[in-house]
């Protein structure tokens, strides 16, 4: 495996790829073999109180070059989770947390919770599109995030991250309510749907779901940028990274690491490896031995 | 990505289970399936049981999606999206077809003049495709002995020579699967499971369907013996719908 | 000429699909072509007070399935713009003047000189997310907007379209405000950038650009979905339409009729008519004698 | 889609136009374009001078990109998109090439045994590609007659039997192309015009370079006779980069 060592948000990873939330991870296992096959770090599912089933199947829509999802936060409940983690950490590198909740209390338990089973940092999940009471629905209320994160710094002794929505008219308002995050990770889904012509109905169950995919790239490159223009925060940047010149455009823009989620549907695990082989030839070409050196690059 | 296709016949094979014929224009192999949309109540994966010009799922009726799909008749539209999932190999001489319960479905595409059929079910009335296999090379086992050999799927494996065989394929619900397994896996045989998860995106992606970190929709449903060998989570625990691991 | 009328907006077209602000509409002989080769109306390039260049190219960038740019709304101005509408009439079909500004007074005087000028309708430009001081920074003051609006409506004769922005956390707020116009138009460009990891600079000289083209669909048909379940106005989809399909998608999910921009990059000026065509052949084979029966048939 | 590509050798063609030669494996034809990207700078269109194996463009100094492009040199970057638009019709037989000023670097990759150059520039050090034609298929003119017949381009055309071409290439500023056409529309001979007009971005969006309703970038830059003929913005108006009309 490739290394290319980066630190980001209060942890040392062996490479800045990591698995985004929500893909492969929710069974143990299949974390631990993502890890072993080259991510630097993985974030888990994200995981609620109470367990939950999720929607009904279509949870998924594949268009051209971007997927619709809308798996409706499944989740076995943070009581069931414990297992999985210790599973995942057997491969030795770092176990990211992603919690959801309605209320700072929610999260508080949550996020204690993760850290007594092991996890290096929690993600806190202000961002999914789809799922009412939960989300982008908390995750777009500035009072309501800066609690939740306060709250979280105060208590934890872990890393904390941030996970926030495109789908705002402002992203720096709700970037600066999370600034007291270890790091913010940009971005969670685009709020999205597709028709069925024929018989005439949404595709999804839940009617609205998150895209994501390499349309979405230019979107959250543009908001990773617009954040990295104004504060110094670490920023993990995600949505639509395919290849490592999608992770250096990333890279440029701001992010000091970068997580993958929809690729791998197209490329398997190995595309962490890819990714890191791509960036350390990059950077040889082009005179640069620390990746560091090239975050933000291109702002103006 | 979805595809809209009409059904050309729609045949019972037994009280619960139904067979939807239909063209579709895409290269298909046995082993691999398709995710099927009911609108408005589910969707499930489902075997292509038959996998040349002419197509076929054949369902059987479980839950609504399922009694829905055998409610379907001809000219009605099926939602597929597909083919998932990686081939059964395609091996050359003497096969023998286990198959349980709708778990025949996956092996039909491969019923030849050289294969032989173990099938095992609750009772006679739900044996499928018995008429496909030549006269001699069918053996059967049935729970209340309606028909065949009265016990499940293993008592009858015991009545053949299972190492005549060039490749043994097998499919139905994991814990058979795992009987037939713990029975061939110190034998000296080439054998094929095709795994049962549940599976939710059928592309890889929401780990529903993993087993030790394999994705049973992307590197399966198809796994060899030796490859099960590996897999302490095969036929022990699994992942409900909501991720939490249960036993088998 | 494939025929499929309808009504929208105030106005009778003689097929629904129209061309798109911005693209291929700034010379009038362009646009009298493309109204005589198949499209049901053409909406100008988005026409302000003063004569702007717009910015220095590179002003697009293409990727893969979709196009970003920042044009930087050149335009003549509008006191130089008439003779292109005069041209463009000569095909006998509408011709939708957009304009832009920075106050009310600005869409005022725009509003009447179009008006002035001969066309049927104006399309308020509300969105543009990448020039300071206009389009979404307009669109997104619910309170200016319901003033232009208002205005305009109570002074002008002809139907009054808005074009409003996706780029915002609820489309509600803006659509309400913006419920006197005779019609929405759905949606504008995504903001979003990219950057050239070679040179470590944004691509477009202007950084930021707008997203078009295939990968923005399921948001612009989520827009529209959401404004078409809580309001009746008529609705005009755009984003992402590149064969009958996708127009149909858009109706069924709410729109009237639609516009088309980026597709004709790829397709040529024959799109309007093949996706006549299309709608009418989906039409005949499902029994339905009026495309208003489809409109918002997929809304549960 | 933009091409980062290695400049292999930088030649001055004259004190103001440089050749910048560089391989890249993409098919391009006599007549099609590139989009080159000046980082900081702007982007402008550029004929490809060359279009085989080996590929060239061949630049003059007008503005601030213009120069900066001409300073280049062996082991620089160009960034590049395309190739764009329609190229000339490939004919077989006599051909006359005529260019003034920048102009020649469309023709230039036509230059064969078969054709003949008429070149016309403002002074003998500006001319392009004189070396590349057959000794006695080569005719200039320049306004300063420092070289060849003093005048213009019409001028030089009166010298020679138009008819006797299979086919007529013309390429430079639109003011000339319209007095080239004007000679050349009540003959009986086939020509085509490529034309130059202000280019934003090249794949047929932006309608600045229109003329007509046709997109130079993708319905040109080569045009017919024929298809001239039924333009009257040809030669007469175009639009300015903010979009107003303008007298040529
Ligand atoms: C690879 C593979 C091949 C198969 N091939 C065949 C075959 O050829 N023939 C055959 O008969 N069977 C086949 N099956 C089994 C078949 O998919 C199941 O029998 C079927 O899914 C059961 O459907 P149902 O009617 O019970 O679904 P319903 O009860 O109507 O549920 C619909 C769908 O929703 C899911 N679901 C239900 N509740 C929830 C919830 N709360 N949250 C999230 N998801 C939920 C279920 O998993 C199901 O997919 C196959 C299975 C697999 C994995
Ligand atoms: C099809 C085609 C082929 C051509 N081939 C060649 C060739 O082979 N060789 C050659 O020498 N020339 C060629 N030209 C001409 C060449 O493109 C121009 O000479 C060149 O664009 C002039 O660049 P500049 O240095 O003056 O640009 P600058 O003055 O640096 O401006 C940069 C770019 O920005 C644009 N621009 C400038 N100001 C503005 C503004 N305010 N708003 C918006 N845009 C602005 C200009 O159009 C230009 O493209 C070709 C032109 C065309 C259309
Ligand atoms: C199937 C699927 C499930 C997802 N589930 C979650 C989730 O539970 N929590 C979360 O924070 N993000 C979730 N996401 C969002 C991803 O983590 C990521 O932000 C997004 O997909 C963009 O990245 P990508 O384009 O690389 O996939 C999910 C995405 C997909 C495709
Ligand atoms: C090159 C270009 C220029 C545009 N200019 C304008 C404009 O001036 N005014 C406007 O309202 N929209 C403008 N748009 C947005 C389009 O009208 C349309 O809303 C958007 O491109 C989505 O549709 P599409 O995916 O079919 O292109 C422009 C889009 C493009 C691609
Ligand atoms: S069904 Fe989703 S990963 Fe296999
Ligand atoms: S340069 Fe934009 S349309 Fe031709």
């Known amino acids: ?300 | 990505m979805m595809d809209r296709i009409i059904i050309e016949e729609a045949h019972r094979e037994t009280p619960t289970v139904v067979s939807l014929y239909f063209t579709w224009n895409l290269d298909v192999k046995p082993g691999q399936f398709v995710m099927v949309w009911i609108p408005g109540l589910g969707e499930v994966p489902m075997s292509l049981s038959m996998t040349g010009h002419k197509k076929c799922i054949t369902v059987k009726a479980y839950g609504e999606s399922t009694r829905k799909l055998c409610e379907l008749k001809k000219g009605d539209f099926l939602y597929l999206r597909g083919p998932y999932g990686k081939p059964f190999s395609n091996v050359k001489g003497k096969k023998l077809l286990m198959g349980g319960g709708s778990g025949m479905a996956s092996l039909r595409s491969m019923i030849d003049d050289q294969s032989t059929g173990l099938v095992a079910a609750k009772t006679a009335e739900e044996i499928l495709f018995e008429k496909e296999f030549k006269e001699k090379q069918f053996i059967t086992a049935t729970e209340d002995g309606s028909k065949g050999i009265k016990g499940i799927i293993t008592d009858a494996m015991q009545k053949i020579d299972l190492s005549s065989f060039d490749m043994i394929y097998v499919c139905g619900p994991e814990r058979m699967l795992k009987a037939v397994f713990d029975r061939l896996k110190d034998m000296n045989v080439r054998a094929e499971f095709s795994l049962e998860r549940s599976m939710k995106c059928g592309i890889g992606l929401c780990d529903s369907c993993s087993i030790n970190g394999f994705q049973v929709c992307l590197d399966g449903p198809t796994f060899s013996l030796d490859e099960l060998k590996y897999m302490d989570e095969f036929g022990r625990t699994k992942l409900l719908a909501s991720g939490r691991r249960v036993m088998i």
Chains 1, 3 share one sequence.
């Open chain 1, 1 to 300: 495996m490739h290394k290319l060592p980066v630190k980001v948000g209060g942890l040392e990873l062996s490479s800045p790829g990591m698995l985004a939330s929500g893909i492969l991870d929710e069974n143990g296992y299949t974390m631990k073999r993502i890890l072993d096959e080259g991510a630097g770090a993985v974030v888990t599912k994200s995981i609620g109180m109470e367990e939950r089933n999720g929607y009904m199947p279509p949870v998924v829509f594949e268009g051209k070059n971007w997927l619709l999802n809308a798996m409706g936060l499944p989740n076995p409940g943070i009581d069931h989770f414990e297992d999985e983690i210790v599973i995942a950490k057997q491969s030795g590198k770092p176990v990211i947390g992603s919690i959801f909740g309605s209320s700072v209390d929610d999260f508080l338990v949550l996020g204690q919770k993760m850290e007594s089973f092991g996890v290096s940092a929690v993600e806190l999940n202000l961002s999914c599109p789809h799922v009412r009471g939960y989300g982008s629905e908390v995750g777009s209320d500035p009072v309501l995030v800066k609690n939740i994160v306060k709250e979280l710094k105060g208590t934890l002794s872990i890393p904390v991250w941030s996970k926030l929505s495109p789908n705002v008219t402002s992203i720096l308002d709700i970037a600066r309510s999370a600034s007291d995050s270890d790091a913010l990770v940009l971005i969670n889904t685009l709020r999205g749907m597709a028709i069925n012509i024929y018989n005439r109905m949404p595709v999804l169950t839940n009617v609205y779901g998150g895209v994501s995919g390499s349309s979405i790239k230019p979107v959250g490159l543009r908001l990773v940028y617009e954040v990295r223009k104004e504060m110094d925060i670490d920023i993990i940047g995600v949505g639509g990274i395919d290849n490592h010149e999608d992770a250096l455009e990333y890279i440029m823009a701001g992010a000091n690491a970068f997580q993958i989620g929809t690729a791998l549907m197209h490329h398997g695990r190995k595309i962490f490896n890819e990714i890191n082989v791509g960036i350390g030839e990059f950077m040889a070409h082009n005179g640069v031995s620390d990746l560091s050196k090239l975050v933000g690059r291109a702002v103006q």
